[in-house]
């Protein structure tokens, strides 16, 4: 049975890629020091060929046994989160890459980085391919963030490079679904939360900028064809169907049969204008594309709401 540790697994995309993994027969190690993940998430993988290790992938990793895949999926991932703890973000892009990275050349395991669309930053290129370097400050809030990712993509490479480990790189575009935290401030939890109480559902600027929003299952499954591939530099995994932030507001609002209105507020600083994945890469690759279409998504994250707010 091959053996996988998933960094960061009590997350929302971590718990997901967790269960994944097991139904598919590996035996899995948990890995989260709970800074922004949940118990609550696994709880249900209790029981099975999965073992939760608390700890902060910062400092140095030690597993016993054999390791066959890592997956370093550990950081804080949401603006409300690295702009509250940029420090601990810079350290486990940095420090946590290093630690995993080490601990896959000792146990020789595939390694697979959760990079991110962020490393493209605010993009002048539009969709984004993966041969695009970006244009992000960093210096901005932002930049803990992003610098931490980039930095992360540097150090797996030069660890492919120089020391010949298997590493997978995955640049993350927006994702949604079940077990996002309600208190996310990303997107889709923020006007599913509002909606659902019929509170103002509040966007940024004018609501132009757009997102591209891909259902958690089908990420998962991009991930793992990933995994599996021989593809050593960096693949977008994402849906390339592009929508405006109203638009998506007016979706939920109209989803949920809420009384609430839309309210704007300043812009933040370095808020990226545009988001949208170029995933030729990852269909003749991987032989890969999303599936699931977003009504049907939000429908099954909608669900998730209504019970965790008990609504």
Known sequence: MPRALVTGAAGFLGSHLCEYLLERGVSVVGMDNLLTGDVANIEHLMGRDFVFVKHNVSNYIHVSGPVDMIFHFASPASPIDYLKLPIQTLKVGSLGTFHTLGLAKAKNARFLLASTSEVYGDPLV????????????????????????????AVTMAYHRTHAVQTRIVRIFNTFGPRMRVEDGRAIPAFLSQALRNEDVTIFGDGSQTRSLCYVSDLVEGIFRLMQSEVSDPVNIGNPHEMTIRQLAEAIIQLVGSKSRIVARPLPVDDPKVRQPDITRARTLLGWEPKVPLAEGLASTLAYFRKKLGI
Do not use: M
Not at 127 to 142: L, S
Not at 143 to 152: S, T
């Open 126 to 153: 539009h969709p984004q391919r993966e041969d695009y370097w970006g244009n992000v400050n960093p210096v901005g809030p932002r930049g803990v963030y992003d610098e931490a990712k980039r930095f992360a993509e």
